[in-house]
C-alpha cells in the first residue's frame, strides 16, 4: 500500500480558499479527495486518473481543482469560494484499479485526514 500524508486544512471564512497537499511515498493509478462531514457519509471529491484525467463531484465543480505532481508523488486538491457545507474532514486516497470513483471501498490507501472549516 501507498502511504499518504494529508497537509493544509485550516478554518477560513466563506469564499476563501485553502490548498491542501497530500504527499505518497509512491506514485500510484487514481488518486482522489474524499470528505466527511459528522453524522455523514464519506464523499467522493474529485479523482485524477494515471491518465491524468480528472473528476469532480457535482457539490464542488467549478469552485474545486484537483492536480498531481508525479515528480513530487504529491496530490492537490486546490479549493476556492469555499461555502460552510464545505466544512469536513478531507481525505486523500489512492487505488490501483478503480472503476467507480466515488466508492470508498474501491481505494486501497488512505491518509489520515485534515480539518477544514469554512465559517
Known amino acids: 500500500h501507498v502511504q499518504l500524508v494529508e497537509s493544509g486544512g485550516g478554518s477560513v471564512r466563506a469564499g476563501g480558499s485553502l490548498r491542501l497537499s497530500c504527499a505518497a511515498t509512491?506514485?500510484?493509478?487514481?488518486m482522489a479527495w474524499f470528505r466527511q462531514a459528522p453524522g455523514k457519509e464519506r464523499e467522493g471529491v474529485a479523482a485524477i486518473k494515471s491518465d491524468s484525467s480528472t473528476i469532480y463531484g457535482d457539490s464542488v465543480k467549478g469552485r474545486f481543482t484537483i492536480s498531481r505532481d508525479s515528480a513530487k508523488n504529491t496530490l492537490y486538491l486546490q479549493m476556492n469560494s469555499l461555502k460552510p457545507e464545505d466544512t469536513a474532514m478531507y481525505y486523500c486516497?489512492?487505488?490501483?484499479?478503480?472503476?467507480?470513483?466515488?466508492?470508498?471501498?474501491?481505494?486501497?490507501?488512505w491518509g489520515q485526514g485534515t480539518q477544514v472549516t469554512v465559517s
Open positions: 486516497a489512492a487505488g490501483r484499479a478503480v472503476a467507480d470513483w466515488t466508492r470508498a471501498n474501491e481505494y486501497d490507501s
Open positions: 509512491h506514485s500510484t493509478g487514481c
